[in-house]
Each structure stands twice: as structure tokens, then as C-alpha cells.
């Protein structure tokens, strides 16, 4: 593995342009959502993604950075206050999307400004096109050499085996007759090995399977969705979403910047989690320890979420996923102390950073989807009402309620439910037709 480098520069413009706030902020007041010039401030680019983007557009226009969203998918991030101006784009899976990226910047004059890739598909398209993107952008995301090795379960795995972090039982099928002959114990799950689709290989992020036959099923679905060779078999550790922690970081230069350990305390759906409704900030060493040394294996640089699931069968921690861009709660960093996408930012910009931890005992909240969680729990026997009131209690960041920014708080519900209707019915329809009888 080559030596660990620090964020990638622009070829083409000053490798070190200085920008102050106040310049910044007089940019942006001036500027609004026009075109800016080629000579004004630095601003960033953000695009994919939902709620994440949300937040590093938040973070970065209350610090007066000038802020564009591209929106092709979920449009939430558009309706901030700090977002200066939103552009539809064709979106990171269709051909030449890196070419429309550069002729997006070349024709505003973005050239240095900083791009924040919130998605899947849009942080592979950057790590995958990195040469020909550092030559207008200011990069935060590392080339695909490096960002494989999160996006790869198989390569992720691999890693993890050699430098002795645990990880959960896996298997790779070569085919359907494989899949009937693989010795395991159910429950399993299936996931893509490569996550480079916002439908693979379902809803949600695997597929659940109590017996042989459901297996096969989900098995079948799964290969037409993303291929047989794409697809990877895994015991199902148990426990619900509080079992699950991730550590949140930026690295530059082989060591973190600013980090922080959080744990899911629910999740939604409860049994298996979509989306987490309500994360907290902790503290757990064997977490941060174990996802530094996977990072530093790599020559991690960047925005990171590694996500670990307590397995209490073995009283271990096993890694689950890499995520290489923003991820849905990366606001819970600014309440915690570390900014995530100012700090990242700023090192985007050529600015040394003092090394920062976040504290313990903030929380982030998806509000309308954790009211549902709660009270799924409650009827269920898991949480009581109690439990509930006092998880509040604690300094809480919203996953789109803002004080100072409301209308994407307003817009939250109706957006999710226009998406429902547009997107997931049909899908949800052409599951239920497939569904074995």
C-alpha cells in the first residue's frame, strides 16, 4: 500500500488561495444565486445524498462559504436558506458524468472550489474520475485505489482479515446452485458487495432469509438486480440497532483530524434498520481502535463512517461497512465539537488543523421517523415512555428541523411522502409480483 497523501489541490488554478470568512461572506451576500465570477471565494459543491447533504450545506453556509447543491435525486439540501443556488444535473450513473460535472464548473467559474460527494454512486463517481476531477475541484474524497478497499465488501473483508479486526461470517456464491449447497445458519442477509444503487438489492440495504427457500428467492432477486457475481452472504449478527456503533472521522495524511464514536440507539425499521432515527455520541476505544488501524492500512484520507455491530454470541465487534463520503447524521458532529464539513473544508483550503475529538452525550434525532421507531418499540415491550423522554433530554441536532433554517424542516414529511408514492409503490408493486407463491 503507498504512503497516505493530503487532500488533492486543483492542477489547473493556485494550489493554496487564501479566503477569509469575511470575504466569503460578502461573496456570498453580494452574489446570492448568480453565477459567480472565476475569481471570487472558493465555495463547495455538494451533491447526493439526503439529509447529509442537508447538514454540510448548513455547516458550511453558517460560516458564510458560498454553497451549490446539484440535485437530481432527493431535493431536500435545495430548500436551505444556505444553499446559494441549485442546478439539475444528470445524475452520477449516466454516461459522462464527470465531463458534466467539469462543464458545470467551467461554465459557473466553480474552478477550486471544494466537492462534497454525499451518495454512493456520487463519491464513486469522484474516487473513480479523480484525475480528471482535481484538475478544476478541490477534492475530498480519495482515487478509487483507495476507495475500493471501502466500497468493496469483499475487499473490505480481505483487509480486515489480515490486520486481525473481526468481521462478520461471509461467503461469496458463484451461483444459484451454490447458494442451495453453502452450509450455513440461518438467519442470513444478502447484500451487493459494491453499493452503487439506491434499489440494490431492495428497500433497503440487505435482504433478510430464515430458511433455504426464502434464501434462494432473495437470492434470485437479487442476482437480476445486480448480478450473481455482485452479491455476498452473511450471517446475521443479532441485536437491533443499539448493538450498532460507527466512528466518524476525517483523516488527511494517514492520522485522524477530528473524530468521534457514536452509537444507534434506534433505528427504522426497528428489526432492520434502513436509516438510523436516533444516534448518540459515546465513548468505545476497541470502535475507534479498530477502525484506525483499518483506515490507516489503507491510506485513508477524508470524510469516513465505519459502522461495527457488537456480536454478544463472541463479545466482539465486527465491521460491517466503509462509508467514503458524508453519511445521514454527520450533523451530530458540530454539536459534538467537530464541524465535520467546515473542518473538512478548511483542509480542502490548505489550513492546518489541530487534532479534535468529539465529546460524549449529544444525540442526533430524525424526528419524524424516530416518533414511529418509539412507538413501535413501546408497543412492543422494548422501550418504555419513560425511556424515551429521558433519551431527549441532551443536547439534540435535528436531522432537518433548524431553527435557523426552516424550510427544509417543513418540507421533510411531504418529500417523504411524494417519494413513497413516485418511487418506492412501484417498486414495492414489482416485489410483491415476483414474490414466490
Known amino acids: 500500500m503507498s504512503n497516505a497523501t493530503s487532500f488533492v489541490r486543483p492542477q489547473r488554478i493556485e494550489a493554496a488561495r487564501s479566503v477569509s470568512t469575511a470575504e466569503t461572506a460578502a461573496t456570498a451576500a453580494a452574489g446570492g444565486g448568480r453565477t459567480v465570477a472565476a475569481s471570487a471565494p472558493a465555495g463547495a459543491l455538494v451533491f447526493g445524498g439526503a439529509h447529509g447533504s442537508l447538514a454540510v450545506v448548513r455547516s458550511l453556509g453558517r460560516h458564510g462559504?458560498?454553497?451549490?447543491?446539484?440535485?437530481?435525486?432527493?431535493?431536500?439540501?435545495?430548500?436551505s436558506r444556505y444553499a446559494s443556488r441549485h442546478i439539475s444535473w444528470s445524475g452520477p450513473d449516466r454516461a459522462g458524468a464527470a465531463e458534466e460535472l467539469i462543464a458545470i464548473a467551467q461554465r459557473h467559474g466553480l474552478e477550486g472550489w471544494v466537492l462534497f460527494?454525499?451518495?454512493?454512486?456520487?463519491?464513486?463517481?469522484?474516487s473513480r474520475n479523480h484525475e480528471a476531477l482535481s484538475s478544476i475541484f478541490r477534492l475530498t474524497s480519495p482515487p478509487w485505489e483507495v476507495a475500493r478497499w471501502a466500497y468493496d465488501k469483499h475487499l473490505t473483508y480481505d483487509r480486515a482479515a489480515e490486520i486481525g479486526i473481526n468481521y462478520p461470517w461471509s461467503y461469496y456464491p458463484r451461483d444459484r446452485q451454490d447458494v442451495a449447497q453453502v452450509p450455513c445458519r440461518f438467519?442470513?442477509?444478502?447484500?451487493?458487495?459494491?453499493?452503487d444503487r439506491v434499489d440494490a438489492p431492495i428497500l433497503a440495504k440487505a435482504w433478510r432469509a430464515d430458511d433455504r427457500a426464502t434464501l434462494l428467492a432473495r437470492y434470485d432477486q437479487a442476482a437480476a438486480l445486480v448480478g450473481e457475481h455482485a452479491i455476498v452472504l452473511q450471517e446475521l449478527i443479532p441485536g437491533d440497532g443499539s448493538t450498532q456503533y460507527s466512528y466518524a472521522a476525517i483523516w488527511d495524511r494517514g492520522a485522524p483530524v477530528a473524530s468521534l464514536v457514536a452509537?444507534?440507539?434506534?433505528?427504522?425499521?426497528?428489526?432492520?434498520?434502513?436509516?438510523?432515527?436516533?444516534?448518540?455520541?459515546?465513548?468505545?476505544?476497541?470502535?475507534?481502535d479498530a477502525a484506525c488501524r483499518f483506515l490507516k492500512s489503507i491510506g485513508y484520507n477524508g470524510l469516513v463512517e465505519v459502522e461495527f455491530k457488537y456480536d454478544a454470541r463472541d463479545a466482539r465487534y465486527k465491521i460491517l461497512d466503509v462509508n467514503a463520503r458524508a453519511w445521514t447524521w454527520i450533523a451530530l458532529g458540530e454539536i459534538a465539537g467537530v464541524d465535520f464539513p467546515y473542518l473538512l473544508w478548511r483542509l480542502a483550503m490548505g489550513e492546518t488543523l489541530p487534532r479534535m475529538r468529539g465529546r460524549a452525550g449529544v444525540a442526533w434525532m430524525h424526528a419524524s421517523r424516530d416518533v414511529v421507531a418509539a412507538v413501535e418499540e413501546?408497543?412492543?415491550?422494548?422501550?418504555?415512555?419513560?425511556?424515551?423522554l429521558k433519551s431527549l433530554r441532551r443536547p439534540l441536532q435535528f436531522a432537518a428541523f433548524a431553527a435557523d433554517d426552516p424550510s427544509p424542516g417543513i418540507v421533510d414529511l411531504p418529500l417523504a411522502l411524494?417519494?413513497?408514492?413516485?418511487?418506492?409503490?412501484?417498486?414495492?408493486?414489482?416485489q410483491l409480483f415476483k414474490r414466490p407463491r
Open 117 to 126: 460527494p454525499a451518495g454512493d454512486a456520487e463519491a464513486q463517481l469522484v
Open 187 to 195: 438467519p442470513v442477509i444478502l447484500k451487493p458487495t459494491i453499493r
Open 378 to 388: 413501546m408497543v412492543l415491550g422494548i422501550l418504555s415512555p419513560v425511556s424515551y
Open 65 to 79: 462559504i458560498p454553497v451549490w447543491v446539484l440535485i437530481h435525486d432527493h431535493p431536500i439540501a435545495r430548500f
Open 418 to 430: 411524494s417519494r413513497v408514492l413516485v418511487r418506492r409503490l412501484p417498486a414495492i408493486a414489482r
Open 263 to 288: 452509537r444507534r440507539a434506534r433505528q427504522f425499521p426497528i428489526d432492520f434498520g434502513y436509516t438510523s432515527t436516533f444516534v448518540e455520541t459515546v465513548e468505545q476505544p476497541e470502535v475507534e
